[in-house]
């Protein structure tokens, strides 16, 4: 009788999560994951079969853009039917932005994707990272009844596995450097993974995985404060190649009461520029018809962007305005929730 082991593949792009401590310099240097088992003995217990593929050379997440996004769907789609799941070990930094993209580019993704990381470089000895690994390892890989527990875009981290573009980075210090606001988390890890059904994405088993390479990054996140001055809103608006704005308002999707922005903001929905507005919050949502400073924005174009993080709406911006849909398709597909990233009600 032939066993066949759970198979995951661990794609590195790089990040302190993969790095070492040089002996002689004490620099933090990118190590060959080749050595991966050298480094996280603790994965040779698993009986998986674990792959790797590394970024050559790595890449420091705040160098992290769309091209990457697209080389890591391809590495994926690539090696769809050869595994059970992915684990992507990314820098922090950006990662909410990479998980975004993702769940955006992977359409109908019916195997997990788990994108994880470390405060601590994994050759530290007080590492967040051999945790983070190993049970992102156990989740990309686990199953009932043959289909995977977790079909969705990921980020595991510090005991809780969120969607991905739910997601944002809160803390540069902590262990506990990422959190889901506006959506519980689909998983809380402790002695046991407690997993919540109810709340992770099932794909349609009658349609294939359908991936998605093209991204426009002529998007602009503009944030209000008091005393933002009409040069530098204009001057934003009118910037050339501008496709759409992710307009960061206070509270629940309010603004100044400046005739000047009013006129701003309906002059550039009037030439095709898409404007969602997303709370500058941390959570709840955006809710345009609650005061008169935010239905002022609604009369101008402005489009809710309910209770999206920034991560989420720029690449969802991107992604749309990348694959040439229409201003009104657009507007239409910023207001549907296409991979759980948003909640309408």
Not at 147 to 173: Q, S, W
Not at 219 to 244: W, Y
Not at 294 to 315: C, H, K, N, P, R
Not at 317 to 345: P, W
């Amino acid at each position: 009788m032939i066993t066949k082991y759970p198979s995951v593949l661990l794609i590195y792009t790089g990040g302190t999560i993969g790095m070492i401590q040089n002996s002689e310099t004490g620099a933090l240097e990118n190590f060959n994951f080749n050595h991966l088992m050298k480094h996280v003995p603790e994965l040779k217990r698993f009986n998986y079969r674990i792959s790797s593929y590394q970024f050559d050379p790595p890449i420091d997440s705040s160098d992290m853009e769309p091209q990457a996004w697209a080389k890591l769907v391809k590495i994926i789609n690539y090696n769809y039917d050869n595994f059970d799941g992915f684990v992507i070990l990314h820098g922090t930094d950006t990662m909410a932005y990479t998980a975004s993209a993702l769940s955006f580019m992977l359409e109908n993704l019916s195997k997990p994707v788990i994108l994880t990381g470390s405060q601590l470089p994994i050759g530290v000895l007080r590492t967040d990272g051999k945790e983070n690994l190993i049970t992102a390892i156990e989740i990309a890989a686990a199953k009932i009844d043959g289909k995977a527990i977790v079909p969705e875009v990921c980020i595991f981290f510090e005991n809780h596995l969120m969607r991905g573009n739910r997601t944002t980075k809160i803390n540069a210090e902590n262990f506990n450097a990422f959190r889901s606001f506006n959506y519980p988390p689909l998983a809380r890890v402790g002695i046991h993974i407690k997993y919540e059904p109810s709340r992770i994405l099932r794909p349609d088993d009658s349609r294939p995985l359908k991936p998605h390479f093209l991204f426009d990054s002529n998007v602009v996140i503009l944030t209000l404060f008091p005393g933002i001055q009409e040069s530098i809103v204009s001057s934003i608006l009118h910037a050339p190649g501008l496709k759409a704005v992710v307009l960061k308002t206070f509270g629940s999707g309010n603004a100044p009461q400046k005739e000047w922005l009013i006129r701003e903001l309906s002059e550039a929905t009037s030439r095709g520029i898409i404007i969602v507005n997303i709370t500058q919050c941390s959570s709840g949502a955006v809710e345009m018809e609650r005061y008169g400073t935010g239905l002022q924005l609604l009369q101008t174009g402005v489009i809710s962007g309910y209770d999206s993080t920034v991560e989420s709406a720029v690449t969802k911006l991107m992604f749309l305005v990348g694959h040439g849909y229409s201003s009104k398709e657009i507007r239409y597909f910023m207001t549907t929730s296409i991979a759980g990233e948003i909640t309408r009600d």
